[in-house]
């Protein structure tokens, strides 16, 4: 049974940092490109940040590009997503995912991705 748990989450204030978390098990992590999405309230499920299984390829939205680093740890079976200088519009549910068949043109589409965490709450307050 394939899992994806992150932690990490919470509530912070504009200017803070957090690190999010996603750990994989029941597949072989190092295989798999990993990610993360966001859903804010209202608005449409957006893609944040991957890192492919080869290379450590990696690749941001825009907003996000010089504040939030994503890296992986193929010994721990687990992805990170670290955040600096939040602000309001980070506030969202932020979604690990994972996905074999992700090439470059893939990438940002969710649908790409096999699995999906549960989500974990990030709000910043201003």
């Known amino acids: 049974q394939v899992r994806l748990v992150e932690s990490g989450g919470g509530l912070v204030q504009a200017g803070d940092s957090l690190r999010l978390s996603c750990a994989l098990s029941g597949r072989t992590f190092s295989r798999y490109t990993m990610g993360w999405f966001r859903q804010a309230p209202g608005k449409e499920r957006q893609f944040v940040a991957c890192i492919r299984s080869r290379g450590g390829v990696t690749d941001y939205t825009d907003s996000v590009l010089g504040r939030f680093t994503i890296s992986r740890d193929n010994a721990k079976n687990t992805a990170y997503l670290q955040m600096n200088s939040l602000n309001h519009e980070d506030t969202a549910v932020y979604y690990c995912?994972?996905?074999?068949?992700?090439?470059?043109?893939?990438?940002?589409?969710?649908?790409?991705?096999?699995?999906w965490g549960q989500g974990t709450q990030v709000t910043v307050s201003s």
């Open positions: 995912v994972a996905g074999t068949g992700v090439d470059f043109s893939t990438l940002r589409i969710g649908a790409a991705y096999d699995y």
